[in-house]
């Protein structure tokens, strides 16, 4: 096979499939590791994909929210580093914190999943997250007013206005994207003063990235990068993205998705991996 017809076949499969890594390659080509690497590296040099740790995701150059009416339950499929994400994130919780989780498809996975050994208040400004967390005699459950959008949540003054009556332990939070020049964006700017008073409002501000929404713009900036205290992300994370966070001063933990147990391993002052066992997506427009 020629290495046009390769390269062309590997976009394809990138295309078809959302993502693809080196080992793939290997298989479906029959070729070596280098060799795969070569392949990625020359088609991201062209601008034809962005590669990440082990493979290669394919290029946007805007990120993009859920459809209109989409909520955060409403996922086809459970994302393995999705939920590996949300796992570490439960494993920063303490018994009697308040905190505040995003109404993304990541922290309704938070939500889901809040240890019955754990007392905590939680703060949402989602209907749908309320109504998850709600059955759960350990979490008392504070909702954020105002006028509701299409999928059950509040952004407007009256949520700002109550957000900055509050102080948090920890706000866990994510966005149609982020990078390491633009910092977290989202598709409508109505949301950023709401998001910049929960971060306000918060001791510790904690981003869940999977690494689909990592190294990409979306339309408006919410705020730079470093007013994450710590970003958790899985072990598809570019290396130059990676390394620019931490330079940032950030805190990355990198999850690996499929893995039984838990290994924290440091990596780097400011980074550290991690293996969490995980079973199987994102945003709305305007939420983080």
Not at 55 to 70: E, H, I, Q, S, T
Not at 108 to 127: C, E, G, K, W
Not at 203 to 230: Q, W
Request: overall charge negative; some cysteine.
């Amino acid at each position: 096979m020629l290495l046009e017809e390769r390269h062309e076949k590997i976009l394809q499969l990138l295309e078809e499939r959302g993502s693809i890594s080196t080992s793939l390659i290997q298989l479906k080509f029959k070729v070596g590791y280098d060799t795969a690497k070569r392949d990625l590296r020359m088609l991201e040099e062209q601008k034809k994909l962005k590669r990440t740790h082990g493979g290669a995701l394919p290029l946007r150059y805007v990120a993009a929210g859920k459809p209109a009416g989409v909520t955060c339950r409403d996922f086809g499929e459970i994302k393995p580093n999705y939920l590996a994400v949300a796992e570490q994130a439960l494993s920063m919780l303490h018994d009697g914190e308040v905190i505040f989780i995003t109404a993304a498809t990541v922290g309704y996975f938070m939500a889901q999943r809040i240890p019955d050994h754990l007392h905590l208040r939680v703060v949402t400004n989602s209907i749908v997250m309320a109504e998850e967390l709600r059955s759960k005699p350990n979490v008392s459950v504070i909702l954020i007013g105002g006028e509701m959008d299409g999928k059950g949540n509040c952004y407007d003054a009256f949520a700002v206005e109550m957000i900055g009556k509050l102080r948090f332990d920890t706000c866990f939070l994510t966005s149609a994207a982020i990078s390491p020049d633009f910092g977290l964006s989202i598709q409508k700017s109505g949301a950023i003063p709401f998001w910049n008073a929960v971060l306000n409002a918060s001791r510790k501000a904690v981003g869940l990235y999977p690494t689909e929404k990592i190294g990409f713009d979306s339309i408006v900036k919410i705020c730079p990068a470093n007013r994450l205290h710590v970003l958790i992300t899985d072990d598809n994370i570019a290396e130059a993205d990676l390394s620019a966070f931490i330079e940032q001063g950030i805190e990355v933990i990198v999850t690996t998705p499929e893995k039984n147990g838990t290994d924290d391993t440091s990596m780097d002052d400011n980074v550290n991996e991690t293996d969490s066992s995980a079973d199987g997506s994102d945003m709305n427009e305007s939420k983080i």
